[in-house]
Nanobody
Framework: QVQLVESGGGLVQPGGSLRLSCAAS????????MGWYRQAPGKQRELVARVFVGGSTNYADSVKGRFTISRDNGKNTVYLQMNSLKAEDTAVYYCNARQGILGYWGQGTQVTVSS
């Protein structure tokens, strides 16, 4: 079992930046794919970014060049640096840890981009 706790959400103006953090209850460095997903009102949850065990990453097209995912294995933490935020980035952001068919979710953190 892995517990995930997200933090760092909030209200930011368009063009601003936020950094989300996801702290895992135990080491996830050796075999877990870590990801950030988001869900806007009335929409399905969608993948934002993932970082694999070897460190490779992939991103949704809508955030490429603006968001960066990273992992600090020593701190059991995954980050999502979000720059040049847009109104359409407004959503609840969820952290996910996946190992094979096992998957764990955090409780989510709200990100609101508005002037």
């Amino acid at each position: 079992q892995v517990q995930l706790v997200e933090s760092g959400g909030g209200l930011v103006q368009p063009g601003g930046s936020l950094r989300l953090s996801c702290a895992a209850s135990r080491s996830v460095s050796s075999s877990y794919v870590m990801g950030w997903y988001r869900q806007a009102p009335g929409k399905q949850r969608e993948l934002v970014a993932r970082v694999f065990v070897g460190g490779s990453t992939n991103y949704a097209d809508s955030v490429k060049g603006r968001f960066t995912i990273s992992r600090d294995n020593g701190k059991n933490t995954v980050y999502l640096q979000m720059n040049s935020l847009k109104a359409e980035d407004t959503a609840v952001y969820y952290c996910n840890a996946r190992q094979g068919i096992l998957g764990y979710w955090g409780q989510g953190t709200q990100v609101t981009v508005s002037s």
